[in-house]
T-cell receptor
């Protein structure tokens, strides 16, 4: 059974700082990995999807990497802004093609 | 392109009552998912439909939860009778096809059971 862990559970940084969010998964036989953003009281917004054959994906100030052999993914946010404050969730799609989510990292970017 | 629609957005009921949630996926999306998200946790898949057929409902508490997707478009999720531990946000998501495709989420329905 796939298990996804995200560390830290909460992170607070000053505006402008570059930061890394971590995600680890127990079953390396994943189909893809997705990073989502969740704002309070709202649904999830997909940020990046990395197929199992890929090593990384980039969108604007966001870069996500995937290392299946070590069971890890990272989300790098460059030049953080207060508007980046949200909960970030990673989810692994395993052999059953279903998403298993981590509990998220709550990010606060201080102005 | 319209997103995934859900209603109601909020619902408060007493334990042992019944409740139903509605979801309208993105037009043309064959796959529809219902997730339960308890406060402080990531979403947990309850049931997955491909068109109007169930792909996986292994984590659906079938003694009290039921879901249907008539005509392969809209879906309803029902809880009867509700328990205190059912308090959560119920998220609906859709994707073009099964597997490799991105899932798009609705705003969710926040259920409080008192």
């Amino acid at each position: 059974k796939q298990e996804v862990t995200q560390i830290p559970a909460a992170l607070s940084v000053p505006e402008g700082e570059n930061l890394v969010l971590n995600c680890s998964f127990t079953d390396s036989a994943i189909y893809n990995l997705q990073w989502f953003r969740q704002d309070p009281g709202k649904g999830l917004t997909s940020l990046l999807l990395i197929q199992s054959s890929q090593r990384e994906q980039t969108s604007g100030r966001l870069n996500a990497s995937l290392d299946k052999s070590s069971g890890r993914s990272t989300l790098y946010i460059a030049a953080s802004q207060p508007g980046d404050s949200a909960t970030y969730l990673c989810a692994a799609s395993g052999s059953a093609r279903q998403l298993t989510f981590g509990s998220g990292t709550q990010l606060t970017v201080l102005p | 392109e319209a997103g995934v629609a859900q209603s109601p957005r909020y619902k408060i009921i007493e334990k042992r009552q019944s409740v139903a949630f509605w979801c309208n996926p993105i037009s043309g999306h064959a796959t529809l998912y219902w997730y339960q998200q308890i406060l402080g946790q990531g979403p947990k898949l309850l049931i997955q439909f491909q068109n109007n057929g169930v792909v996986d409902d292994s984590q659906l508490p079938k003694d009290r939860f039921s879901a249907e997707r008539l005509k392969g478009v809209d879906s309803t999720l029902k809880i009867q009778p509700a328990k205190l531990e059912d308090s959560a946000v119920y998220l609906c998501a859709s994707s073009l096809l099964l597997g490799a495709y991105e899932q798009y989420f609705g705003p969710g329905t926040r259920l409080t059971v008192t």
